[in-house]
């Protein structure tokens, strides 16, 4: 039996013992290993599209600590296309306004507030377990309309080997080992991924010779709900950067840059997390430390997300620095890809090409945010003389010169990533706005009745803007959907023309099951879309 | 190349002077960060990253 690592937050899948740990091997279409945020949104993704999946995880639920808190617009909106959005903006604390503070000045401020006519804010605080629940708890709605989602707590992998078309697990569980046949592995299994340590796979990347501690406070405070950041903290002992934002239930998110030689025990005592944490807030203000932790990051990912029968995604596939958030929200743009080509290739509707599609997509997206987050991170922690000096220089300029203020980088926040020139791209023949381009996904906007995304779902789509759409409710066996909007009627705010038409009048979209523009037209006869759906699917390559 | 690297300052001597008097009394520190500043302050100026990424080769190499 493996030893528990954390303590579990919320129990999301406790051990049951299962007739399968006595039988001959069983085998199934798709064995996620790891039942955290990624894992589980894959699995909810795929049941609702009625592939049978499988979760193991070597716990029995979200582990303990705030650890992700930051969840952006277009994850929030992934979420909510699997039932679960609305429940994480509930209980999410909603923020926009940042402060940028060097030392005791304040350098300046920025708005997040998103334009309006979206259903989603552009960002959230929510700590992750909370986030992991809201996925289980629809994961069990889903079960009890049929969906085939099967979670199995206590249940560690020590073996794998790949077989042709298989693959085989060795499983551990408290009533003793049994064996798993799984035609797809994804493992969504973290950044130490115990997976890819038995595969042999390198994960290289970028060390950052830093430590941040993190303290999470209980405190009822009045501090507004904004994410302020210092660079050189006026506090003692506050180390190189601070940073302080809100999370639900009066929880504070902390952060102290400590730097490379510290005594990891020593800084993790209450007594020095509190002198630390005393002097930022004050004397008199009253907390508790809910949760502490030191971590060093790297910013690195696999070369290839996909080995023939194993798929990589989330933070086993790839890791950033934290400062934008980049971690979580990637690992959910993964699971979003991904779900849809795998039911594809096992509903045997598409080649398995189309899931080497998603290791370049997405690897794709991981090169951007780990661009983004080195260059967060470079600023953040100069490497050289000469580079706290332009830093400071920049921070120093900022105070009073608005053109400094773009300069400043306390993290580049988590936006969508946009597919620009992937292979699975159909035609752009629209002279339509740049935001929803071919490959980018889809900009949410108010309609009549409720929101365009809402109207969207979770398969292909034909989305007609003042234009009647050829009939095609089908290519070969993959369903479509058609989607007819009016201008006139549909589009109280003008938002959709705005985002869709731009200066043009009509258009025909092609929209994935992720909700990534496939292909887009003035006017498109059925072969049009049938070819752009046959590319966006691999079955042209 | 868009950036100019035939003279285009007028009163040369008398610019000269000025970028000398600006540094005058500061410590080294003090000169580094007047010195970015001032590199900040004239690359927004010039705006065009083609001409920035010029003026960086022709300073690493001149």
């Known amino acids: 039996m493996t030893e528990p690592r954390y303590d579990i937050a919320f129990k999301l899948y406790p051990y049951k013992q299962v007739a399968a740990q006595s039988t001959a091997p069983q085998r199934h279409p798709v064995v996620i290993v790891g039942g955290g945020p990624i894992g589980l949104a894959t699995a909810l993704d795929l049941g609702r599209k009625g592939t049978p999946v499988l979760v193991l995880d070597d716990h029995e639920g979200a582990g303990q600590g705030s650890r992700a808190i930051c969840f952006a617009k277009r994850t929030l909106e992934i979420a909510d296309r699997l039932g679960a959005g609305q429940a994480m903006v509930d209980k999410g604390v909603v923020w926009n306004v940042g402060k940028v503070f060097h030392g005791d000045d304040k350098v300046f401020e920025f708005n997040l507030q998103p334009e309006e006519g979206h259903k989603f804010p552009a960002f959230i605080n929510l700590q992750q377990p909370y986030f992991e629940k809201y996925i289980a708890d629809e994961i069990r709605v889903a079960q009890s309309q049929g969906a085939p989602i099967e979670l199995r707590g206590k249940n560690t992998v020590t073996k794998m080997c790949q077989k042709d078309d298989h693959v085989v697990l060795d499983v551990d569980t408290p009533d003793g080992p049994y064996k798993i046949l799984a035609d797809w592995l994804v493992a969504c299994d973290g950044a130490r991924s115990p997976i890819r340590k038995m595969m042999g796979l390198s994960f290289d990347g970028r060390v950052f010779e830093d430590n941040f501690l993190i303290a999470d406070v209980k405190m009822t405070a009045a501090f507004p709900t904004e994410r302020w950041f210092w660079f050189e903290p006026p506090f003692k002992n506050s180390g190189a950067s601070a940073l302080l934002h809100k999370q639900p239930d009066d929880i504070w998110r902390i952060d102290f840059q400590l730097g490379w030689d510290i005594d990891r025990a020593h800084e993790l005592q209450d007594e020095n997390v509190r002198a630390r944490v005393d002097a930022m807030l004050g004397e008199d203000i009253d907390y508790e430390l809910e949760w502490t932790s030191i971590y060093t990051f790297q910013c690195r990912r696999m070369k290839d997300f996909r080995h023939d029968r194993v798929l990589f995604a989330g933070d086993?596939?790839?890791?950033?620095?934290?400062?934008?958030?980049?971690?979580?929200n990637s690992g959910v743009q993964d699971a979003d890809n991904l779900a849809w080509k795998l039911d594809l290739v096992i509903k045997g509707l598409a080649p398995d090409a189309l899931l080497d599609t998603y290791s370049r997509e997405r690897a794709h997206g991981a090169d951007e945010n780990i661009l983004n987050s080195s260059r967060a991170t470079?600023?953040?922690?100069?490497?050289?003389?000469?580079?706290?000096?332009?830093?400071?220089?920049?921070?120093?300029?900022?105070?009073?010169?608005?053109?400094?203020?773009?300069?400043?980088n306390s993290g580049r926040l988590s936006v969508p990533c946009v597919y620009d020139g992937m292979p699975l791209n159909g035609p752009d023949e629209l002279a339509g706005p740049a935001r929803t381009r071919v490959?980018?996904?889809?900009?949410?906007?108010?309609?009549?009745?409720?929101?365009?995304?809402?109207?969207?779902?979770?398969?292909?789509?034909?989305?007609?803007?003042?234009?009647?759409?050829?009939?095609?409710?089908?290519?070969?066996?993959?369903?479509?959907?058609?989607?007819?909007?009016?201008?006139?009627?549909?589009?109280?705010?003008?938002?959709?023309?705005?985002?869709?038409?731009?200066?043009?009048?009509?258009?025909?979209?092609?929209?994935?099951?992720?909700?990534?523009?496939?292909?887009?037209?003035?006017?498109?006869?059925?072969?049009?879309?049938?070819?752009?759906?046959?590319?966006?699917?691999?079955?042209?390559? | 190349m868009s950036l100019n690297l035939d003279p285009n300052i007028t009163d040369p001597d008398g610019f000269y002077d000025e970028l000398l008097d600006a540094h005058q009394d500061l410590s080294k520190a003090d000169s580094d960060a007047l010195n970015a500043r001032l590199i900040l302050i004239l690359a927004n100026h010039i705006g065009d990253r083609e001409t920035l990424r010029d003026a960086l080769r022709v300073a690493k190499a001149p």
Not at chain 1, 452 to 464: I, P, R
Not at chain 1, 493 to 502: E, M, N, P
Not at chain 1, 503 to 530: G, K, S
């Open chain 1, 378 to 408: 470079d600023f953040l922690t100069p490497k050289s003389d000469m580079s706290k000096v332009f830093r400071n220089a920049v921070l120093t300029l900022a105070k009073s010169h608005e053109f400094a203020r773009p300069l400043v």
């Open chain 1, 316 to 328: 086993s596939a790839h890791q950033v620095s934290p400062f934008g958030a980049r971690g979580a």
């Open chain 1, 439 to 541: 490959g980018a996904p889809c900009v949410d906007a108010p309609m009549a009745e409720g929101f365009l995304l809402d109207k969207l779902g979770g398969s292909f789509t034909l989305l007609a803007i003042n234009t009647q759409p050829p009939s095609l409710e089908e290519v070969g066996g993959i369903a479509i959907q058609t989607l007819r909007i009016s201008t006139k009627e549909d589009d109280p705010t003008g938002a959709v023309k705005d985002r869709y038409l731009g200066y043009t009048t009509q258009a025909i979209y092609l929209l994935r099951p992720d909700q990534h523009v496939a292909a887009r037209w003035t006017t498109a006869n059925a072969q049009q879309i049938a070819t752009a759906l046959r590319i966006a699917t691999a079955q042209e390559l």
